[in-house]
């Protein structure tokens, strides 16, 4: 099974960057489509982008498109996430995972902190 591990957080003025990555071990990860989802405070978790396993395709979230790119390479098990243009609503707590209709999912990671002061 999967065992993902996050990092890149920090924090950052608005309108700045960020890029975090998604380290995974334990299992083929090329096989998984993967995806990128946040917690803010208070707030539930939500989807924020996922990138097909052999295609490539990436889908967006609407208020992270265009600002938000999701990328993969399969030979480091590692998922990556450059966010451009923060905003302070973008602040949440940041999580991979797997993304498609798995019977199993891996367990979540601790995620990376985010933090966009304006």
């Known amino acids: 099974q999967l065992q993902l591990v996050e990092s890149g957080g920090g924090l950052v003025q608005a309108g700045g960057s960020l890029r975090l990555s998604c380290s995974a071990s334990g299992g083929t990860f090329s096989r998984y489509s993967m995806g990128w989802f946040r917690q803010a405070p208070g707030k539930e978790r939500e989807f924020v982008v996922a990138?097909?396993?052999?295609?490539?395709?990436?889908y967006y979230a609407d208020s992270v498109k265009g600002r938000f790119t999701i990328s993969r390479d399969n030979a480091k098990n590692t998922v990556y996430l450059q966010m451009n243009s923060l905003k302070p609503e973008d602040t949440a707590v940041y999580y991979c995972n797997a993304h498609g209709p798995y019977s199993v999912f891996p367990p979540w990671g601790q995620g990376t902190q985010v933090t966009v002061s304006s």
């Open positions: 990138i097909s396993h052999n295609t490539g395709n990436a």
